[in-house]
């Protein structure tokens, strides 16, 4: 078992930054693939970032050049660094865990065993 534990949301002004952590416990992360999703209210879970167990990054093009997804494996955490927030990024904001060990970044929710419970993000303009 995997537990995992966002932290760092908030409310923060259009232009603003977030650091947003996630705290994993009950195994280490360093063979897993870690990814972050967003989930607004009446739309589905979206695929935000995902970094592999070897470091590759992936981030979806609605954040690209604006996010960036890292991990620590001493301290068993990966956090997303949101810069130049727009109310469009509004969501909860869910770290999750790739147990599967692949060198592929899979995007679709199914392929994450284990999730967080989430940390609001609301941006205003």
């Known amino acids: 078992q995997v537990q995992l534990v966002e932290s760092g949301g908030g409310l923060v002004q259009a232009g603003g930054s977030l650091r947003l952590s996630c705290a994993a416990s009950?195994?280490?992360?360093?063979?897993?693939?870690m990814g972050w999703f967003r989930q607004a209210p009446g739309k589905e879970r979206e695929f935000v970032a995902a970094i592999t167990w070897s470091d590759a990054i992936y981030c979806a093009d609605s954040v690209k050049g604006r996010f960036t997804i890292s991990r620590d494996n001493a301290k068993n955490t990966v956090y997303l660094q949101m810069n130049s927030l727009t109310p469009e990024d509004t969501a909860v904001y869910y770290c999750?865990?790739?147990?599967?060990?692949?060198?592929?970044?899979?995007?679709?929710?199914?392929?994450?065993?284990?999730w967080g419970q989430g940390t609001q993000v609301t941006v205003s303009s």
């Open positions: 999750a865990a790739d147990i599967r060990g692949r060198r592929i970044i899979e995007v679709d929710t199914d392929g994450y065993a284990y």
């Open positions: 009950g195994r280490p992360i360093t063979g897993y693939n």
